[in-house]
T-cell receptor, first 112, second 111 residues
Framework: GAGVSQSPSNKVTEKGKDVELRCDPI?????LYWYRQSLGQGLEFLIY????????KSGLPSDRFSAERTGGSVSTLTIQRTQQEDSAVYLC??????????FGSGTRLTVV | KQEVTQIPAALSVPEGENLVLNCSFT??????LQWFRQDPGKGLTSLLL???SQREQTSGRLNASLDKSSGRSTLYIAASQPGDSATYLC??????????WGAGTKLIIKP
């Protein structure tokens, strides 16, 4: 596609429910990144994919968070048993090399 | 520990003024530093990237500088316009992929 597409754009969920966030990167971009932006905070690194592999998962806040990437393309970030502190904007970016980051518009997650 | 600090947190200036946004970081072993722009409801747009071996980069009315020894970067915006209103974020990379971010400066340019 022309840009990085994220869905849904907004998600309201009840505490304890599981949610899936989707990222569709730019075609041909081998690297994919997930970041989280909480209100008034800087972006927080979650996970990085090179192809389908995730060399660095160190940013995932807890074992309730997981992510996968299939076919070197679409990625899904799953949050199990959501908590209120999970409320944030989840941003996905892709790049062909180490410099050319293109970000999606994000998914605003609200846990009530 | 706040690794990247951006000052001021918010700035409002009249159209036409030149302005400087500041970014300081605690890690001198950075790989590169980038400035991004974030508009409400939209993704981040990369503005300028400065490699660790460089001192500055320019794009149109924007100029970014990097001083690794003092842990500082500045973004200079010349002849500001209302369309420049956005949140400006700086981020540095220790490696070739992970970015460490500041909280941003919210800029409002008044017509």
């Amino acid at each position: 596609g022309a840009g990085v597409s994220q869905s849904p754009s907004n998600k309201v969920t009840e505490k304890g429910k599981d949610v899936e966030l989707r990222c569709d990167p730019i075609s041909g971009h081998t690297a994919l990144y997930w970041y989280r932006q909480s209100l008034g905070q800087g972006l927080e690194f979650l996970i990085y994919f090179q192809g389908n592999s995730a060399p660095d998962k160190s940013g995932l806040p807890s074992d309730r968070f997981s992510a996968e990437r299939t076919g070197g393309s679409v990625s899904t970030l799953t949050i199990q048993r959501t908590q209120q502190e999970d409320s944030a904007v989840y941003l996905c970016a892709s790049s062909l090399d180490r410099y050319g980051y293109t970000f999606g518009s994000g998914t605003r997650l609200t846990v009530v | 520990k706040q690794e990247v600090t951006q000052i001021p947190a918010a700035l409002s200036v009249p159209e036409g003024e030149n302005l400087v946004l500041n970014c300081s970081f605690t890690d001198s072993a950075i790989y590169n530093l980038q400035w991004f722009r974030q508009d409400p409801g939209k993704g981040l747009t990369s503005l300028l990237l400065i490699q660790s071996s460089q001192r500055e980069q320019t794009s149109g009315r924007l100029n970014a500088s990097l001083d690794k020894s003092s842990g500082r970067s500045t973004l200079y915006i010349a002849a500001s316009q209302p369309g420049d209103s956005a949140t400006y974020l700086c981020a540095f990379s220790r490696s070739n992929y992970q970015l460490i971010w500041g909280a941003g400066t919210k800029l409002i340019i008044k017509p």
